[in-house]
């Protein structure tokens, strides 16, 4: 099967989306299939090519087996609601252009978080007369609502329309969390169609090892506990909380927040713990992929935080499974959802609410000095890892692929395993004990 993929995200970015979508295609490969990924110049989240490439009308490479068309867009940064829409604006079209150029594919694929993205593939699967499947990373637009990039208004209501044109118009959906799916099924998606494929970890890169002692000394983490936040840094990370929490542990000078990655808002961040002169903070670049096992190995402890919106009760946070890959204890902080649940019930860390920097504090400080309950969710964190084996995923996808490509018969009963009630709401869920 040729199996046509739009991501405006790819390698060498290392962000979720790009992450998931290459450890996914590399599976398929060895399966036999062939994987085209029409994306743009790597830019993200600095918005600045990275260096070897141009943004350029076109450029074609292969990457572990797969062929890789880039086309030219209008890039920016990670931030401000305009130019960003304008940036996926330009992919849509360019990408629907430059998915012609491969030869025919078996289905299109397009993915989220934003939809632009989905309709370039969309128009590309009326054009090829392949079938259209929906990969859905987050729930766009409520989620940008959320953060407070956008108001209610006409063009958000504008977006909900053609968010819900495109979940009915693609042959599958396919969400990455539970919620997700119960959502479609709430607003009259057909859940017949609805395959849930939660991201992952890849076992062959992410594993236990011990701290690089020459790494800690180049970020000058040495003899510290260190609680890493490694990813982006957002407006959907509310990580100013993490700044108090941190405030509120100067009395105790072992522990060190170590922030990785680049961000909407990380250049606000830095400048206020300089403001506040906090000693026990520090920011570093977005680090190449190859490094990244490196700065794993140097958490004690691997924070995911989260704002405190409805919405984000439905996300699943991809650094979870990559901590379990690791071995490393995770510190959830976030509202009461589908990742709480998932933290508890596989016993791989704490979790405390969203935006709740005196109780981040005292679970930092609780892990910090009880090494006992760190060793063991640990060891529980590890445990965990194979439940959610990113090769798996990629296997349990391409069913879904599959099927959708065929055009016939109902979507795998295996594909489907773990799909929800779609009578079941978020907020009906009961919790797992801690």
């Known amino acids: 099967m040729h199996i046509l993929f739009l991501s405006d995200n790819f390698p060498p970015e290392t962000n979720a989306p790009a992450t998931r979508l290459h450890e996914h295609a590399r599976t398929w490969i060895r399966e036999g299939h062939s994987v085209t990924v029409v994306t743009c110049a790597p830019n993200f989240p600095q918005g600045r090519v990275y260096a070897g490439y141009r943004n350029r009308w076109i450029q074609r490479e292969t990457i572990d087996g797969i062929e890789v068309i880039r086309v030219k867009t209008f890039i920016t940064r990670n931030s401000g609601f305009a130019l960003r829409t304008l940036d996926y604006l330009s992919f849509m079209v360019m990408g629907f252009f430059g998915g012609l150029l491969p030869r025919r594919p078996d289905v299109v694929v397009g993915t989220s978080p934003q939809f632009f993205c989905a309709v370039g593939a969309w128009l590309l699967s009326i054009v090829r007369r392949k079938p259209f499947v929906f990969e859905l990373r987050d729930l766009w637009p409520a989620s940008i609502e959320a953060v ?28 990455v969390t539970h919620s997700f799916a119960r959502d479609l099924a709430s ?79 990380k250049e606000n961040l830095v400048a206020e713990a300089h403001r506040r002169k906090l000693t026990n903070v520090s920011f570093h670049d977005l680090q190449a992929k190859g490094r990244m096992q490196d700065l794993w190995s140097l958490c004690d402890t691997v924070l995911v935080h989260l704002k405190d919106q409805e919405v984000f009760e439905t996300v699943i946070p991809s650094k979870i499974f990559e901590a379990m890959g690791m071995g490393k204890p995770v510190l959830l902080a976030s509202p009461d959802g589908e990742a709480a649940d998932i933290v508890r019930s596989t016993g791989c860390g704490v979790w405390v609410p969203a935006e709740d920097p005196v109780q981040l504090a005292e679970a930092v400080r609780r892990l910090a000095n009880d090494a006992e309950l760190s060793s063991s969710l640990a060891h529980a964190s590890h445990a965990a890892a194979s439940l959610y084996s990113r090769e798996a995923h990629a296997t349990q996808m391409i069913e879904v692929l599959s099927w959708a490509a065929a055009g016939t018969g109902q979507l795998p009963q295996q594909a489907r395993v773990g799909q929800p009630e779609a009578s079941v709401s978020t907020k009906d869920r009961k919790p797992i004990a801690a």
Not at 167 to 173: L, S
Not at 228 to 253: I, K, Q, S
């Open 148 to 175: 407070g990039a956008v108001r209610q208004s006409f063009v958000l209501r504008m977006l909900e329309k053609l968010e819900l044109f495109l979940y009915r118009r693609a042959k599958a959906v396919i969400p």
């Open 187 to 265: 607003r009259g998606i057909d859940g017949a169609k609805i395959s849930v494929i939660t991201n992952g970890v890849d076992l062959s890169r992410y594993s236990p090892r011990k701290r690089s002692e020459q790494v800690a000394e180049e970020f000058g983490v040495s003899e510290k506990h260190v609680v890493g936040y490694l990813g982006t840094h957002g407006m959907a990370h509310a990580l100013e909380n993490v700044l108090d929490a941190a405030e509120g542990l100067t009395d105790l000078p072992k522990v060190h927040f170590l922030f990785v990655g680049h961000g909407a808002a």
